[in-house]
């Protein structure tokens, strides 16, 4: 049976199967080499190497081998790779073998041979469900010191890599007209036929090879192998430009309007990704329609040692055999109770593995099936199982009652089939008991989907190919594509039928019987449960875990369920199933994440003086997607030294600094000024040509949404600049305004907010500069251009420029707006007209200090719980007009004069810093909520006075000038004695900027 | 979910922002009642199980505010037009 040429893979049939048998892989396992070949699994190849210990189980340690071949795998859950790369709880049968795959057990120690927590399982009658609920109860605080700790290092898988993740994920969207979710023979049959009508196909496989179960079977098509069929189908489907084969792609959710959700393993099979691909891409697939043939899933059965490592499910023993040219065992019992064990039977003689003996529950109709010179039990079931770890034998109790125990090391369990429906039910679908089936098939199914093939409770071949075939058609001409050639109906040979008498439990063995393997839930544990009166089974879920982790129960749920029924006498429709979310499968967070990590966890915005703000020591800080300049560090300088410097600039000579992340909106047609009384407190219309004015708007509610200033250019042009953090949603209100509450207005918008470069220009020395670029015959004197003038010009022999007489600091300055192409020009010009009067560059820090200075409110302080009113900026409220947010401000609460109100708080002791958040609490009374009067939003170190200043809402605030009134901030220690100012600390009459 | 843009075309959700209820009536704010309409006016919203019209922005394409009628259940789209109704100016 074993090869020359492998004979390092004693389990390796010397023929068959689809794995490329000239190219030898090697690989590790707990250290140990061994080898493969393309095309086999992890799990297949360890299994050619003889492995069957491949993990210990969750809770009791004990040992687990290889239970199935495909997604649903409970127990070969291994550790891949190492280091930075290392990946826990990949299941060993969709691990794609590649040369150099190193693997290792996991949940075990000191060695997955000898492991001293498998003590667990001795102790199992004391760990039986709700064990942690029982136990860990008192004294309360054991439970996070030494409770918590222990459970978690002797519960649980594998270890997560603790390095960052080297390799990149990304995101990708596709369109078709006919997604198919699976290649066995009706997902091939539905994309070939839905191919050639023309439509776009998508045909994603979970699996590394196309083909299905058919890769598993020995069946045939037109009279040849059925593993051949496939080749032929995929040659055309590749043949045709509107078709996308997506192998190693796992649809894992539906989501609303046709949209699916799929993780592309793009280089998991390979030792490291490529240089420049992912290693994996999640997709974001929209399919006009889907057909959804995901197969079945093997159920297995329930009895006393059932977990020992060489049962298997009898579809997983024939997938090594015919698919991976391997086989699981020597000599082999077949425990079934439909008629796929006996295929199984027959495709294990075949491969020259010995038969020890077929066990069927069932005793009528199917004599004639045991063709075959193996001992058969009918009417007797397999009672326990033994070994210590890996199965040495079974004890068989025959219909009598009279029990024989016959050695083997591979039991090969059947016991029906469940549908993977799961994608089914993602959208609120809800299961269906299938009574022939003993199985839930799709009920009510999203709209767009149709289920075909073993998915469908459709068992055989011939009805897979069928339901393909019509599916097929039915989404082509659905999304507009008529049936061109359809592929003539394959005509397969005779086929058992797949039905099942399910046998849910067995009885009377001694030890474990696990329904759930990854989970170690026993029947017992579910009897448990049921006697403590959690018998729903919602309830039975919680309480046991059964059907978490990483396999979601696939080979359990139902199988709970039957046990349940057993128990409550009721059936299983009756007791109701647990739905299915996504997803489907496991997928990793780098898949969900893409590039979205790190520093490229958002977009990045840059302000056009970005690249020179880094050539002139600028440390930038974030402003919602902006990188803005903090503050501009000179060599062997600190933060606050840096900003009173840069302050001071702008207080005694020039400083500047780019203000284009302000958001800007162009606002033009007949109704634009009537457009701005609306959405403004203050009037608009009134605004003379060539002028700008502050502005403040509301939300609806009545409290404040933003400020900023507005430039009338022309008789129906505005510009408007709203603050940086609210630009997006600036132009969102006004759209509403424009295009739903007042869709009569005739008026258009337009974000320019990354059009112009704009720069504060701001100092005594600020005028100076600017007459420097500021092209002939251009008058900005003070006459020529009066505080908050507005005007479009040319700067530097011609580039077209917008300028501003606008302050932010109390000083005399400009905003001057370019094209934002020439924003990097437009600095260093302003850097070298101003070199003579020292222009000295200013970040966000000292524009705030500045700004902090002047009481000019930011956003700290249009924080959304705040009015007009309550910024001290009532009389900014026209009296004679509507405008959004004016009725409900003037709710009474909203009037009422205990409200906090905008001042100034400065320290009694220059000394002491305040920090922003503190809350203001009166002289001599407790630090409590009760004696709270309002709070500290923005504080700054005053480089004009010399010690730190705030500014915040205090209740009654402007009857309190002079008082005294301690900020306190408990988180950070801080409880400041301050007096109370206004919140103007400096040139209160604003002379500075009119000069 | 997905939503057919008039302009646009059928465009992924993360291109929309949601408001809420379409059929906005903002009240006269001259009128006696003002106060009480516009605290209804701003706070109070239909939440029916059912089609629903509703005001959906195209941030991510051509802003426009969207009236969509979605049912609530089950994130069916019934109908997509212009908030802005026909024959305003455009």
Redesign the interface.
């Known amino acids: 049976m074993t090869s020359p040429e492998t004979s390092q893979e004693p389990f390796r049939l010397t023929t068959g199967g689809v794995i490329d048998r000239k190219r030898t892989l090697r690989f590790t396992f707990d250290g140990e080499n061994y080898t493969g070949h393309p095309g086999d699994t992890l799990a297949s190849a360890l299994l050619a190497n003889g492995e069957r210990l491949v993990g210990r189980s969750f809770k009791y340690h004990r040992p687990r081998g290889i239970f199935s071949a495909g997604s649903e795998e409970p127990n070969a859950l291994v550790e891949l790779r190492t280091g930075a790369r290392r990946e826990p709880n990949t299941r060993a049968t969709m691990v794609e073998l590649y040369d150099g795959l190193e693997a290792a057990s996991q949940n075990r120690w000191p060695s997955l041979k000898f492991d001293v927590q498998s003590i667990n399982g001795l102790l199992s009658p004391f760990f039986g469900a709700g064990f942690y609920y029982k136990t860990f109860m008192w004294p309360a605080e054991f439970w996070k010191l030494v409770y918590e700790p222990l459970i978690r290092r002797s519960a649980g898988l594998g270890r997560a890599a603790t390095e960052t993740d080297p390799d990149h994920y990304e995101k990708a ?1 596709a369109h078709c007209d006919v997604l198919v979710i699976g290649s066995g023979p009706a997902g091939l049959m539905a994309a070939l036929t839905a191919a050639r009508s023309g439509a776009r196909v998508i045909l994603a496989e979970e699996d590394f090879m196309f083909g299905g179960r058919l890769l598993s079977e020995r069946l045939a098509i037109d009279g040849k192998p059925a593993r051949d069929w496939p080749r032929a189908v995929l040659a055309e489907l590749r043949s045709l430009d509107t078709v996308r084969l997506m192998p190693r792609t796992a649809i894992y959710g539906v ?5 699916y959700g799929a993780v592309e393993r793009v280089a998991d099979h390979l030792p490291v990704p490529p240089e420049h691909r992912p290693r994996q891409r999640s997709w ?1 697939i ?1 399919a006009k329609r889907a057909v959804l043939a995901s197969g079945a899933i093997e159920r297995g059965i329930t009895f006393s040692g059932n977990d020992l490592p060489g049962i298997t499910l009898g579809s997983a023993v024939r997938s090594y055999l015919n698919r991976f040219g391997v086989a699981p065992g020597r000599r082999a019992i077949v425990f079934t109770t439909s008629d796929d064990g006996w295929a199984t039977a027959r495709d294990l003689a075949a491969n020259g593995v010995a038969v020890a003996a077929v066990v069927d529950p069932r005793k009528e109709g199917i004599e004639t099936k045991g063709a075959g010179p193996w001992p058969v039990f009918l009417g007797a079931e397999v009672k326990q199982a033994q070994g210590g770890q890996k199965l040495r034998s079974v004890i068989v109790r025959d219909d009598r009652g009279l029990e024989t125990e016959i050695a083997c090391d591979l039991l090969a369990v059947s016991n029906g089939w469940n549908p993977t429906l799961h994608l089914s039910c993602h ?2 679908g809800k299961p269906v008991w299938h009574e022939a089936l003993s199985a839930f098939i799709p009920g009510s199914v999203p ?1 767009g989907i149709a289920v075909g093939g073993a998915a469908a409770g459709h068992l055989t071949l011939a009805e897979a190919l069928q339901d393909g075939a019509r599916l097929g058609a039915e989404a082509a001409s659905d999304t507009g594509f008529a049936a061109a050639t359809a592929p003539a109906n394959p005509a397969v040979g005779r086929e058992e039928t797949a039905l099942s008498v399910p046998l849910w439990r067995v009885h009377g063995g001694r030890g474990a019987a696990f329904v759930d393997l990854q989970n170690d839930v026993t029947a017992k544990d579910i009897e448990l449960a049921f006697q403590e009166g959690y018998g729903a089974s919602e309830h039975v879920k919680r309480y046991t875990t059964l059907g978490m982790g990483t396999d979601q129960g696939k080979t359990a749920n139902v199988t709970a369920l039957g046990v349940l029924s057993e128990l409550t006498g009721q059936p299983i429709p009756a007791i109701g199933t647990t739905g299915f979310r996504p997803p489907y499968t496991p997928i990793t967070w780098g898949a969900l994440a893409g590039h979205h990590r790190g520093k490229d966890f958002r977009p990045k915005r840059l302000p056009p003086s970005h690249a020179w703000a880094e050539e002139n020591g600028a440390v930038f800080a974030d402003a919602g997607l902006w990188l803005r300049a903090q503050w501009y560090q000179r060599p062997g300088e600190t933060l606050q030294r840096s900003i009173a410097r840069e302050a001071a600039a702008v207080r005694l000579s020039v400083g500047v600094c780019d203000v284009s992340t302000l958001g800007k909106i162009d606002i033009q ?1 007949p ?1 634009a000024a009537t457009l701005l009384d609306r959405v403004y407190t203050n009037k608009f219309s009134t605004l003379k040509v060539g002028r700008t004015r502050y502005g403040l708007m509301l939300r ?2 009545g409290f404040a949404m933003d400020d900023g200033t507005t430039a009338r250019l022309g008789e129906q042009h505005f510009i408007m600049t709203t603050t940086t953090a609210n630009a ?1 949603k600036v ?2 209100h006004l ?2 305004c ?4 007042w ?5 258009r ?1 337009v974000s320019v907010s990354d059009h112009w470069a704009q720069y504060a220009v701001a100092g005594p020395r600020s005028r100076d500069v600017l007459a420097k670029l500021v092209d002939a015959p251009f008058d900005i004197s003070n006459e020529g251009f009066p505080r908050m003038a507005a005007g479009e010009l040319t700067i530097c022999g011609g580039v077209p420029a917008r300028l501003f007489r606008v302050s932010f600091s109390g000083e005399l300055a400009y905003e001057i707006a370019v094209p934002a192409h020439y924003g990097d020009a437009a600095i260093r010009a302003l850097m070298q007209a101003g070199a003579e009067y020292g222009i000295t560059p200013y970040g966000t820090e000292a524009l705030n200090a500045l700004r902090i200075e002047k009481g000019h409110v930011g956003g700290p302080e249009i924080n959304g719980q705040t009015t007009a009113r309550d910024l001290g900026l009532a009389g900014m409220v026209s009296g004679d007009k ?1 405008c959004v947010g ?3 401000a ?2 009474p609460a909203l009037l009422d004069p205990a409200r906090p109100i905008l001042v100034g708080v400065k320290p009694i002791d220059p000394s002491q810093a305040l920090t922003a958040g503190s809350h203001f609490i009166p002289v001599g009374a407790a630090a409590t909520a009760a004696n709270d009067q309002g709070y500290l939003t923005s504080v700054a170190f005053s480089p004009v006075l010399g010690q730190d200043i705030g500014i915040g809402f205090l209740a009654r605030g402007r009857e309190r000038m002079g008082e005294r009134i301690r900020a306190v901030d408990l988180l950070r220690g801080h409880d400041v004695e301050c007096v109370v100012t206004s919140p103007i600390f400096y040139d209160p009459e604003g002379e500075r900027t009119r000069a | ?2 939503i057919k843009c008039p302009y646009c075309g059928e465009r ?2 993360g291109e929309f ?1 949601y ?1 809420g209820a379409a059929d ?1 009536k ?2 006269d ?2 009128s006696a009642g ?2 009480a309409a ?2 209804d ?3 109070m919203r239909e939440n029916p199980a059912g089609p629903l019209a509703e ?1 959906w ?1 195209h ?1 991510g394409g051509c ?3 969207l009236r969509v009628v979605r049912d609530t259940r ?4 019934e109908g997509v037009e ?4 026909e024959g ?2 455009q």
């Open positions: 969207f989501y609303d309007g046709g949209t974001r929209v959208l609120g709209k047609g109704d609806e509610d997006g132009m969102q759209e509403l424009r295009q739903v509450l869709p009569d207005l005739d008026v918008l509507d004016r009725v409900l003037e709710r | 979910m997905r992924d959700l922002t408001l906005l903002r009240p704010p001259s003002a106060p516009f605290f006016y701003v706070y005001l922005y941030g802003r426009s505010w089950n994130h069916e789209i212009l908030a802005k109704p305003g100016a």
